[in-house]
């Protein structure tokens, strides 16, 4: 139900009350207040206090990797999961004094594991009488003051959204995730904390949650008609005078938004993706934003505000819980208010410490559950493939995908007026350790090849767009001479783009040539051994996050739409695996396309 202002208020108000006795400021504000000035020789009064923050947590509470079937681990040794993280906390708690503290999130909590995974769709938390949330139960232990909306919170629909907010002891906040009817906050906007000092007057602190305007695009099947995300600059310009006005001493933002001021959709949002840097430039008042969605590591940065000239804090702590934000303030207190003096971040390294046994305690059971799940056999394999070649040659285990995609496709179209046309698949290495074995096959290899609820459209494309798309996607190859050495771990990513903006598709046959620059590179793109006719038309199962706009692919997102399921892509895979029996790469693997240089393969 749309909330008035003065309900809204109120809520948010006691949101914040509730979140400032869990960090152990259960005392009202003293009503005397500080002394008048520093007259008298008397020394001014101090106070400081830590602001602690994680974001893209993902699903991870353990330090485990669900489709290795092992702990978690990287070549840089990282750790991951909230129950590091509550170490971390604990740690903080203890030597800066826990009334001293607030522990905040920005966003992407409820999806990226297969523990996630199950409670979302497996043993759903939606269901009459079903399960808490691990990531609630853990976040609730831990004792979170607040969290922002990520884009990823919106992946299993509202309802499941909606459930984990019920069972959070915390707001989950979204400034500008709007009832699309009404335009008023679907969310808390903000909430209020109040911080003990020995001076007398609490200290009030605000933080604002921000969330991305992608959602719009990316959750477009979940939102669509029911919210509207408008840009993050425009609604911290909105909130942030509101939340001084009512006497916030420091305003925090927990933005899930990255800092570079791009976007990967293109044109499609009058938006910024990642605008967490422009918040800070252009609207006064912040002291200091929690950035997330990037999926990189910030340990501080510091932007000039336009308008005030004043320093604004940024700092992204590593996904997953790898790392951990400390924000520290330093107040004095001035002309009857608390004035920041001075803030700096840092991050702290989850890989120092131990699992917190109170977490992995509480949630052992679930962890259980959840690995006797993902090691069922559901049928096998007669060679062992692996993606760990898949961003730089064509691989059976892509080719994989890249059936059951075709043959879904083909089987939804068959009958109507669609069924003639070709059709051609395009899929993405999301994962370079990915791998399926020889022998038995489990639910965690098959999920392993696709770790995200993607689901599965189909698109009407011709030849010509399908060779821009081609060239597009060609981008991710850094140019390289003919005759040069080739150093696979230099040859990808080029300008930054990751592996999952990368298509391969199969259907077609075509090279690209790394040696030419960027959008002259696709050679030879044939359909059943004869160049194609850019008037051809063709039909491209494509995943909702391509078709919807992410990557920004050219012409995909305006292309007609033939059809969509609400299956995850993953689902249908798995279901596949179990209908064959065996997967055998003779029966639908070939080299439908290489890199080259003046004709010559690379590999």
Sequence with gaps: MPLNRRTFLERSAAAGAGAAITGGAATPAAADEPGRGHGHGRPPKRYSFTVMGTTDLHGNVFNWDYFTDREFDDKAHNDVGLAK????????????????????????????????????KVDPITAERGPVHPMAQAMNAIGYDAAALGNHEFNYGIPVLRKFEEQCDFPLLGANALDAKTLRPAFPPYSLHRLRTPHGRDVRVAVLGLTNPG?????????????????????????VPKLRSMGADVVIVSAHSGSSGTSSYGDQLPYIENAAGLVAEQVPGIDAILVGHAHTEIAEDFVTNKETGKQVVLSEPLKWGQRLTLFDFDLVWEKGRWTVEKVGAQVLNSNTVAEDEEITRLLGDEHKKVVAYVNQVIGRSTVAMSTAAAPWKDEPIIDLINQVQAETVKAALAGGQWAALPVLSQASCFSRTAAIPAGDVTIRDTAGLYPFENTLEARLMTGAQLKEYLEFSARY???????????????????????????????????IDIAK?????????????????????????????????????????????????SEEIRNTIISWVQAKGTVDPAAFASVGWRLTREGTPVF
């Design 85 to 120: 993280i509550s170490t971390l906390v604990n740690r903080v708690r203890k030597e800066k004094g826990r009334r001293n503290t607030l522990l905040i999130d920005a966003g992407d909590t409820i999806q990226g594991t297969q523990l996630s995974y199950y409670y979302a």
């Design 477 to 511: 190859y850094v140019q390289t001479p003919a005759g040069a050495p080739v150093d696979t771990s230099k040859l990808t990513n080029a300008g930054g783009t990751p592996d999952y903006n990368y298509d391969a598709v199969s259907g077609v046959t075509y090279e």
């Design 517 to 565: 620059p960027a959008g002259s590179r696709i050679v030879d793109l044939s359909f059943e051994g004869r160049p194609i006719d850019p008037a051809a038309r063709f039909v491209l199962a494509v995943n909702n996050y391509r078709a919807s706009g992410g990557g920004n692919f050219p012409h995909v997102a305006r292309a007609q739409q033939l059809w969509a399921n």
């Design 215 to 239: 959602i719009a695009i990316w959750d477009k099947q979940n939102v669509s008609g029911k919210m509207v995300f408008p840009g993050l600059e425009e609604q911290a310009a909105k909130w």
